[in-house]
DNA sequence: ATCATCTAGGTGCAAGATGCACTTAGATGA
DNA sequence: TCATCTAAGTGCATCTTGCACCTAGATGAT
């Protein structure tokens, strides 16, 4: 029944949560307990609890190197004593700023959540207190 | 010194905070409290707290249309008793369970969210307790 | 030796999401 | 008649992301 044509707002279909470049302050926490590279990274994400969704490489690689020409993380290529080189990132001071502006931001999105919650369960107690009296008129 | 050139991730600059399609969730609850029509839905919506990066009309206008062609939403054109006429949205029964799937799913959001203060503030408490003997190599 | 597999780091492309500027158009009052 | 408010859009450029795919060193099995 869902039946989405287009390509519009919606067009992909399900109701997939998403803040916008979380993994960014993830991988900015992760540097700040020390420096490592992008595959390693990607392995510790699952710490973070986003369990499903998990995250794709490109986009972990893709973060890093923007990180880099914002200048909030630096790299070097490393040879390690197995496996192909890495490029190891290590957080910059600018980085670390950085992850404090990330955390007062997601404080304001936690807050914004909360006032949608509190919203909704104020909204829900009134429809089900009218429950069995006004319930005509709605659905 | 940002000197932010190309069109890459993060390219836009600063670390807006976003939760992809949020503004989707609020108006199905909005709309759930009693059919309306776009703008007037627009003004309603600082009830959720996003003072800053207030929403755009377009946005607003997309994400309705693209509830009514998921068939979350019903719309009407409607002639008020003063200016043009308006497009009256009303919730489905769909749109209704739809909202409550983006309540969970918000709250999944907020999990992985406390997930990530936890991680935080975790790991300060043990950056701070370290400060002044191993402050070295790091900064 | 050569082949599969793991580690590591990418690129290319299409689709989705979004902000900004702009348009249309009825109603209202100066 | 002109500006303004209300209402609903469209067009475009940009940003973000998932998926598929590629390169290449190291390692172990056959």
Same mark, same amino acid.
């Given at each position: 029944?869902? @039946? =989405?044509?287009? =390509?519009?707002?919606?067009?992909?279909?399900? !109701?997939?949560?998403?803040?916008?470049?979380?993994?960014?302050? !993830?991988?900015?926490?992760?540097?700040?307990?020390?420096? /490592?590279?992008?595959? &390693?990274?990607? &392995?510790?994400?699952?710490?973070?609890?986003?369990?499903?969704?998990?995250?794709?490489? /490109?986009?972990? $690689? @893709?973060?890093?190197?923007?990180?880099? &020409? =914002?200048?909030?993380?630096? /790299?070097?290529?490393?040879?390690? *004593?197995?496996?192909?080189?890495?490029?190891?990132?290590?957080?910059?001071? @600018?980085?670390?700023? $950085?992850? &404090?502006?990330?955390?007062?931001?997601?404080?304001?999105? *936690? @807050?914004?959540?909360? /006032?949608?919650? #509190?919203? $909704?369960?104020? #909204?829900?107690?009134? #429809? #089900?207190?009218?429950?069995?009296?006004?319930?005509?008129?709605?659905?």
């Amino acid at each position: 029944m869902p @039946r =989405r044509g287009g =390509r519009g707002y919606g067009a992909q279909g399900g !109701c997939r949560r998403r803040i916008g470049r979380f993994l960014e302050p !993830c991988l900015l926490l992760l540097l700040h307990a020390g420096e /490592s590279h992008g595959y &390693e990274l990607l &392995e510790n994400l699952d710490r973070f609890g986003f369990s499903k969704n998990p995250a794709d490489s /490109s986009t972990i $690689y @893709r973060i890093l190197r923007s990180l880099e &020409e =914002r200048g909030f993380v630096t /790299s070097m290529w490393a040879e390690g *004593d197995s496996g192909p080189a890495r490029r190891v990132y290590t957080l910059t001071e @600018r980085g670390n700023f $950085y992850l &404090e502006t990330w955390v007062m931001d997601l404080e304001e999105t *936690d @807050r914004i959540l909360h /006032s949608f919650f #509190h919203e $909704y369960h104020k #909204h829900m107690e009134v #429809h #089900h207190a009218n429950d069995g009296e006004t319930d005509k008129g709605k659905e």
